[in-house]
Antibody
Framework: QVKLQQSGAELVKPGASVKLSCKTS????????MSWFKQIPGQSIEWIGM????????GYNQKFKGKATLTVDTSSSTAYMDLSSLTTEDSAVYFC??????????WGQGVMVTVSS | DTVLTQSPALAVSPGERVTISCRAS??????MHWYQQKPGQQPKLLIY???NLESGVPARFSGSGSGTDFTLTIDPVEADDTATYFC?????????FGAGTKLELK
């Protein structure tokens, strides 16, 4: 079955960067898309961007350009998201999810990123 | 960006019918999808394309609407349906989500 397994919780200092991973199984990752989302607990969900594993092509929400960088490693069927120059406003839960004609049918379990000195 | 407006909270009794609304600030055609999210969990897709039931989701859930006004209906509501429900549009870039409707059972 399809599974998206995200890396563990992160505690990082302001100004630092963090790289989150989303390891997939159960489907053909190399010809698929992956999207990433941000959710501050108790709040709504924001779409960060999407990457096509076939050629690494990306599309970003304007709000997250310069903040998030999406990459993939097709040899390990893993998607990554780098978050840079972190501030307390970046503290949130981040999800990866596979798009399917506009909706998102499979989600990772989410990873909590806490930015604190 | 397309703003999706949802009522913040609803409280219903088990066995009742509940409708959760989502209004878009501009037309999204039928590019509207609904999710259920329980505390500490990832969102779960319920309805895609405004009215299509995701595989494995109970037929108690249904969706309707097009353009700017959409509805998620649960009939009958069960205790396990306690959760926050989000609408999401994919018609306009970027994808956006509503603020969520928290459903509580009396």
């Amino acid at each position: 079955q399809v599974k998206l397994q995200q890396s563990g919780a992160e505690l990082v200092k302001p100004g630092a960067s963090v790289k989150l991973s989303c390891k997939t199984s159960g489907y053909t990752f190399s010809t698929s898309y992956m999207s990433w989302f941000k959710q501050i607990p108790g709040q709504s969900i924001e779409w960060i961007g999407m990457i096509y594993a076939g050629d690494g092509g990306t599309g970003y929400n304007q709000k997250f350009k310069g903040k998030a960088t999406l990459t993939v490693d097709t040899s390990s069927s893993t998607a990554y998201m780098d978050l840079s120059s972190l501030t307390t406003e970046d503290s949130a839960v981040y999800f990866c999810a596979s798009p399917n004609y506009g909706s998102y049918d499979y989600w990772g379990q989410g990873v909590m990123v806490t930015v604190s000195s | 960006d397309t703003v999706l407006t949802q009522s913040p909270a609803l409280a219903v009794s088990p066995g009742e019918r509940v409708t959760i609304s989502c209004r878009a600030s501009e037309s999204v055609s039928t590019g509207m999808h609904w999710y259920q999210q329980k505390p500490g969990q990832q969102p779960k897709l319920l309805i895609y394309g405004a009215s299509n039931l995701e595989s494995g989701v109970p037929a108690r859930f249904s969706g309707s609407g097009s353009g700017t006004d959409f509805t998620l209906t649960i009939d009958p509501v069960e205790a396990d349906d306690t959760a926050t429900y989000f609408c999401q549009q994919s018609w306009n870039d970027p994808n956006t989500f509503g603020a969520g409707t928290k459903l509580e059972l009396k």
